[in-house]
């Protein structure tokens, strides 16, 4: 009686840690459970962050005020002797928005100055723009005589784009050359741009 006893208890205690273990089980988290959620949400908000740079580049070029007035700063000089004269024609090979690259430009004027690429924050609010090109020496606000060195933080009085005008622009590359103000017709819209500001020699090439 007394081994049977004892049996019965093994058998019982043997029953509840298999209930146990099961129970154990069933609870345990899957280490995996929620991860597709996880990795879907992280992808989406990968692609959302990678297009919001591209409609900020876009952005910027549709900012772009692709004609102007055709009046320069009064201490700016015209070039002597540039390559192309005014009233020429010239091909654009290195254009700043969509539609300048390969369209035919008929030169408006042309100068000889310091071309800045230059980076800045607009003062409308907008996000920051990296190496907007051009902006000319006279178009420095007090800029002195000597050519600006990269990371020199100095203020513009150019309007080529929104909030550009009265903005802290931190230089990133200058290029002494000669200048031209053009007029040429986007290639993607038809668009006719007059005085456009600015274009420097090594973006043109003769017409073929």
């Not at 089980?25 to 908000?45: A, I, K, Q, R, T």
């Not at 005020?65 to 390559?83: F, N, R």
């Not at 042309?110 to 924050?121: E, G, H, L, N, Q």
Request: glycine content about 8%.
């Amino acid at each position: 009686m007394k081994r049977k006893n004892i049996v019965m208890g093994i058998v019982s205690l043997s029953t509840v840690f298999t209930l146990m273990a099961c129970a154990s089980e069933n609870e345990e988290p899957n280490p995996h459970e929620g991860m597709d959620m996880d990795m879907d949400s992280n992808s989406e908000e990968s692609m959302e962050m990678v297009g919001s740079d591209m409609d900020h580049s876009d952005m910027d070029h549709s900012d772009m005020d692709h004609s102007s007035s055709g009046e320069v700063p009064d201490e700016l000089k015209a070039a002597e002797q540039p390559t192309y004269d005014i009233g020429s024609q010239a091909l654009i090979t290195d254009g700043h928005m969509a539609g300048m690259e390969g369209a035919e430009a008929t030169i408006v004027g042309a100068y000889d100055t310091i071309a800045y690429a230059i980076s800045y924050t607009p003062t409308d609010g907008g996000e920051r723009v990296e190496n907007h090109k051009w902006v000319i020496h006279e178009e420095i606000v007090d800029a002195g005589e000597e050519p600006l060195e990269p990371g020199t933080e100095v203020t513009t009085d150019a309007s080529h784009m929104a909030g550009m005008e009265g903005a802290t622009v931190e230089i990133d590359s200058a290029e002494e050359t000669t200048v031209y103000m053009v007029d040429f017709t986007l290639t993607t819209n038809g668009e006719e741009v007059k005085n456009h500001k600015w274009v420097t020699e090594s973006e043109l090439s003769p017409v073929e």
